[in-house]
């Protein structure tokens, strides 16, 4: 007897061990015998490609940066804005592919690695950041965004984009008051029928290449009009928020905050998240990491520019001034 209890004493700290190992996301720290599709997917990314808390996000580079390489042949620049404002002007050297074909574009029409640097761009530097972030979580670590966008080649881009929606409408409408986390919930609920972490990113992936960005579009209007319609995450640091934010809105520290180690699980999966820092450039790669994930985000259109550029000019804070914009050519 005593021979027996000692197996079964051996054969239950064996089961502990092992099944202790598929320990869940849950906020309660609950073990689980099966993880979701959610758990299994964000253990991928960030076990491998943990980009969004990286020091290289946000990945982005400079018109004049892409203008210097524009003969350079480890660069390959990627237009991604509609056929008719590519056939009004576009950067020399660059191929005009929709956002929704830049997973096979990639897949297929060229070799990634040969390149040292992808650069996507688009109208403002909005947009072509989202997919940045797409196609990096697809493992395309040599993609970088144009910041800005075409805004910064030329005068007739910007005014059309971001010297356009710039303003200073709700700069008198900004709180100080610290608003506070809420505490850590459910997760999103993701039903694609894998069981492994990149089959389940890949569907996901085609998924999120095929949203137009337009859909993500939040405008500051909606959020200072209605914003308890929205959990508003001011993604900046604590500095920057402590000096003005839109009422209502929560504190998330870049490179640090969106990580299941952290806040992430303070975010909600029952109402929309709208997500905003100085230029929408950034945050719409935290947008497209959500949306991923499962979250229901948005981007705050132009990001504080939007409602405060003079405050952002004053402080020095990313803001869009004339000087940011070149006088590059383009082609006809």
Request: glycine share 4%; charged share 20%.
């Amino acid at each position: 007897m005593k021979k027996s209890s000692s197996h079964l004493a051996i054969l239950f700290i064996l089961a502990t061990v092992f099944f202790g190992s598929f320990k869940s996301y849950s906020q309660n720290n609950l073990t689980t015998d099966t993880a979701s599709e959610f758990e299994i997917l964000l253990n991928h990314i960030e076990s491998n490609n943990n980009f969004i808390n990286s020091d290289t996000y946000p990945a982005s580079v400079s018109a004049s940066e892409v203008k210097k390489n524009i003969k350079n042949p480890k660069y390959h620049i990627i237009d991604i804005r509609n056929e008719a404002w590519f056939e009004y002007g576009h950067i020399k050297g660059a191929v005009n592919v929709k956002s929704a074909d830049l997973l096979t574009y990639f897949e297929n029409k060229i070799k990634p690695k040969e390149y040292d640097k992808i650069v996507l761009l688009c109208y403002s530097g909005q947009s072509s950041a989202l997919f940045t972030m797409l196609l990096r979580l697809a493992g395309y670590d040599n993609t970088y965004n144009m910041k800005w966008g075409m805004s910064a080649w030329r005068l007739d881009f910007a005014e059309n984009t971001w010297l356009k929606f710039t303003s200073n409408d709700y700069a008198s409408k900004l709180e100080t008051n610290k608003n506070s986390k809420p505490e850590k919930g459910d997760f999103p609920t993701i039903n694609t029928g894998e069981t492994e972490a990149e089959s389940i990113l890949k569907i996901r992936l085609e998924k999120a290449f095929a949203t137009p960005y337009k859909e993500y579009i939040i405008n500051a209007t909606d959020v200072f009009k209605n914003p308890t319609n929205y959990y508003i995450v001011n993604y900046w640091d604590i500095e920057k928020y402590n000096q003005g934010h839109i009422p209502g809105a929560v504190q998330y520290q870049p490179k640090t905050s969106i990580s299941s180690k952290t806040d992430l699980f303070t975010l909600p999966i029952d109402k929309k998240i709208v997500i905003y820092g100085s230029t929408g450039q950034s945050t719409a790669c935290v947008v497209a990491y959500l949306n991923l994930l499962g979250y229901d985000a948005g981007n705050l259109a132009y990001g504080a520019n939007s409602f405060m550029n003079q405050i952002l000019k004053e402080k020095g804070w990313n803001a869009f001034t004339q000087k940011e914009i070149n006088t590059y050519p383009v082609i006809e």
